[in-house]
């Protein structure tokens, strides 16, 4: 398994959660690494990827001043911090790699993907 998305669940609206995404080392090193979500009846939507090495960071506008991506290189994890969630939020999320970092979302569908996690936003 190159990467492994966990950290999902049931959270009340305005609520927060971390999603983590355990990649394998030799992706890890040289992969952009990000997340996509799809709910049922919609087409899956990009949220966010990061580059490798300290590479930039991009974002879904809609998501961009609720949504964090970050890199712990020593764990070789890549982090989705989700704050003020919306019952529209609710989907599966899945994290993804790909040796470009930009592009994700229109140009780019990334060759590697994790199992996704289910979030769930209800009251």
């Known amino acids: 398994v190159q990467l492994q998305a966990s950290g999902g669940g049931l959270v009340q609206p305005g609520g927060s959660l971390r999603l983590s995404c355990l990649v394998s080392e030799r992706l890890f090193s040289h992969a952009a690494v990000g997340w996509f979500r799809q709910s049922p009846g919609k087409d899956r939507e990009f949220v966010a990827v990061?580059?490798?090495?300290?590479?930039?960071?991009y974002y879904a506008d809609s998501m961009k001043d609720r949504f964090t991506i970050s890199r712990d290189d020593a764990k070789s994890t890549v982090y989705l911090q989700m704050t003020t969630l919306k019952p529209e939020d609710s989907a599966v999320y899945y994290c993804?790699?790909?040796?470009?970092?930009?592009?994700?979302?229109?140009?780019?569908?990334?060759?590697?993907w994790g199992k996704g996690t289910q979030v769930t936003v209800s009251s």
């Open positions: 990061a580059g490798w090495g300290g590479g930039r960071k």
């Open positions: 993804a790699a790909d040796f470009q970092t930009t592009g994700w979302g229109t140009s780019v569908i990334p060759d590697y």
